[in-house]
């Protein structure tokens, strides 16, 4: 089992920056991908970015690319989601996802996910 939680979401104006941290516990010795996904309210939970196991592998949803970086520290099992250049259309709920142990590659399908974190959420004012 791997246990995630997330943190650093907030209120923030459009045009500013965020840093989100997912610290990860549990089978953290495991190998795996992870990724970041958003939930806005009545909509569906959508990808936001996938980093593979050594960090060489990422892919961004196209509405966040060129804004966010994702990025990962195995040696501290976390895994940290850069918001720049924020919009009031980035304003979710967003998780941090692990796929399941020996899973290296990366995913933009949350059905690959074995793992989630409980979200945190971010707000974005105009």
């Known amino acids: 089992q791997v246990q995630l939680v997330e943190s650093g979401g907030g209120l923030v104006q459009a045009g500013g920056s965020l840093r989100l941290s997912c610290a990860a516990s549990g089978r953290t010795s495991s190998t795996y991908a992870m990724g970041w996904f958003r939930q806005a309210p009545g909509k569906e939970r959508d990808f936001v970015a996938t980093?593979?196991?050594?960090?060489?592998?990422?892919y961004y949803a196209d509405s966040v690319k060129g804004r966010f970086t994702i990025s990962r520290d195995n040696a501290k099992n976390t895994v940290s989601l850069q918001m720049n250049s924020l919009k009031p259309e980035d304003t979710a709920v967003y998780y941090c996802?692990?796929?399941?142990?020996?899973?290296?590659?990366?995913?933009?399908?949350?059905?690959?996910?074995?793992?989630w974190g409980q979200g945190t959420q971010v707000t974005v004012s105009s």
């Open positions: 996802a692990a796929r399941a142990p020996g899973r290296l590659s990366i995913s933009r399908y949350f059905y690959d996910y074995d793992y």
């Open positions: 980093i593979s196991w050594s960090g060489a592998s990422t």
